[in-house]
């Protein structure tokens, strides 16, 4: 019995056969695909150095000197969890993602779903508007809200109040962006099919509509908790002093000055938060489309025997 390494024409070198890779005579799109690995190493490799220099057993954030969880909770004073202007900036952060999602969420819906829906003279201008804060840049919005609630909403001020609304501000268009994508996707259809069996618009809306949007819904609120999680501008100018900084404004501080590896560590559960965010929407919606997927997958193969 022969081997494939003896199958192969005795004629064709290494050379030859790296020679033809890099011809490519069948078109394949080598190129590019070694064109996105170089842009995803470029993008994860500084991200893992800085995730490196948090486990870090001295303080040097250059010089590797062995692995210690000193910085997230070894170290008595400068540790993430001994420190308490560290540990005070994630609660602000997570205080103000979770307002964030809890008021952005709803309002996006039904800002999605009514816009959606809108067949008036207003429609297209008031959709264009909705996605206004997508084309301005986050410093004009940052300063805006700044003015707005020191000249005009003066009973807000600058502080904790001030940053939930300037995040559910420019939050509240990524949950209508993402809603009205799984309207068009599902259409109309089951609304009309609920109300020729005799339901109202508010049972077509709670038992139908929602329940097919809930992916879009759990996604929708996945994507603004990471955004605000990570927000610095906005937070930065609608801050009041070290009691409302969130982590962004401390990381940003701390590189001004001399900073230790427990700004990476901090950087670190943020950025794991952020993930595992993210992480949530994407199984979320694997479980509440897998009958969608069934039924798709039951057609194209319904199809398949018809044709055959």
């Known amino acids: 019995m022969t081997t494939i390494a003896e199958q192969r024409p005795r004629g064709i070198s290494t050379w030859s056969r790296a020679s033809g890779w890099v011809r490519n005579p069948w078109g394949r799109p080598r190129f590019l695909v070694l064109i996105t690995w170089a842009y995803i190493v470029w993008s994860i490799v500084p991200v893992l150095i800085a995730v490196q220099f948090s486990f870090n057993a001295t303080r040097s954030r250059s010089v590797w000197q062995g692995f210690s969880t000193r910085w997230y909770w070894g170290d008595p004073v400068d540790s993430v969890w001994h420190d308490p202007t560290l540990r005070h900036a994630a609660v602000q952060s997570l205080k103000l993602a979770s307002a964030d999602v809890l008021i952005a969420t709803p309002i996006g819906v039904l800002l999605a779903i009514g816009l959606a829906r809108w067949m008036g003279w207003g429609a297209r201008p008031s959709n264009f508007l909705m996605l206004f804060p997508f084309v301005t840049p986050e410093i004009v919005m940052g300063v805006s809200l700044l003015l707005v609630f020191t000249h005009v909403f003066t009973f807000v001020g600058a502080g904790t109040d001030a940053q939930i609304l300037g995040h559910v501000t420019f939050s509240i268009s990524y949950v209508v962006v993402i809603v009205r994508g799984r309207l068009f996707s599902i259409g109309r259809q089951y609304e009309e099919a609920a109300a020729d069996l005799g339901a109202s618009p508010t049972v ?18 996945a994507v603004v908790f990471a955004i605000s999680l990570d927000d610095f501008v906005i937070s930065q100018w609608l801050s009041s002093g070290g009691e409302t900084d969130t982590v962004p404004i401390r990381i940003y501080s701390a590189t001004r000055a001399a900073p230790l590896p427990s700004v990476n560590a901090i950087a670190t559960v943020m950025m794991v938060l952020t993930l595992l965010s993210l992480a949530l929407a994407f199984l ?15 057609q194209t193969k319904d199809l398949a025997v018809f044709e055959l």
């Open 204 to 221: 077509a809306l709670t038992r139908v509509l929602l329940p097919l949007l809930t992916p879009a819904i759990v996604a929708s609120a």
């Open 284 to 298: 979320a919606w694997r479980v509440f489309t897998r009958e969608e997927r069934r039924a798709r997958a039951g």
